[in-house]
């Protein structure tokens, strides 16, 4: 098993243990604190997994119009990022607090059960969430909807291409990073998924054959959203 760096250990405990967190959240920690964060041609996949998160991370704090750090810092508590999700759609589309809506389902074993007494109407919600909604579908499923209604909103790809795209398999932090990157050098989302999952290329490799730089990833975001509206 590979160790994090001692003092990235340190700073990464005294990060989690210095917020107070549900008990029952203590298992389901997460660690963001990524060693690797910048593209390394000798070892082009070595970073991905920083770069799929902080894709991920910098378009929803842009589309909920939230801070980055308070969102990396509840996965650091142990929230999911499937919750998250369903969290804030929810909350975006009713005017309830995500972090009520999130407090209430540490007591509940379904999202159906706590957006339920909401009463949300279809069309408010979305077609897709309501239909995953009412079949009682698991998170990860919901928070697909979630990205997916997002995805439509702001036309950033078309229904075609978005329904293949999750057909050949692709994540939510797939399917951002693949259309952020199909924005800027005008090639197929799904072909250059389809690249990465066969191993002809990574998302390290990709990204600076674009020349974008994750530390800029929220304005590169924000610029194509701009573009289209919601």
């Known amino acids: 098993m590979r160790l994090l760096p001692f003092n990235k250990t340190i700073l990464c405990l005294t990060l989690l243990f210095m917020v107070p967190m549900p008990a029952d959240a203590t298992s389901a920690i997460t660690c963001h604190c990524f060693t690797d964060r910048s593209y390394d041609a000798a070892h082009p996949a ?50 309830t607090a995500a972090d009520d809506l999130l407090q209430a389902k540490l007591k509940s074993a379904a999202w159906k059960d706590v957006i339920a007494p909401l009463r949300l109407a279809r069309k408010t919600v979305g077609a897709g969430f309501s239909n995953a909604l009412n079949a009682d579908a698991p998170s990860g499923r919901l928070s697909e909807a979630v990205v997916d209604e997002l995805f439509t909103r702001y036309q950033l790809l078309g229904e075609r291409e978005l329904a293949d795209l999750r057909k050949a398999g692709a994540s939510n932090q797939e399917l951002i990073i693949a259309t952020v990157i199909a924005a800027r050098t005008r090639q197929p989302a799904r072909q250059l998924y389809l690249d990465v999952k066969s191993g002809t290329r990574t998302w390290g490799s990709l990204l600076s054959g674009a020349a974008i730089d994750t530390k800029n990833m929220q304005q590169e975001i924000a610029t194509i959203l701009k573009l289209r509206p919601q």
């Open 46 to 95: 070595k970073a991905d997994t920083y770069f799929l998160a902080t894709t991920q991370n910098s378009f929803f704090a842009i589309v909920f119009n939230t801070d980055k750090k308070s969102i990396v810092m509840k996965k650091q508590q142990g929230t999911s990022s499937d919750d998250l999700w369903i969290a804030y759609w929810i909350a975006s589309r009713s005017g």
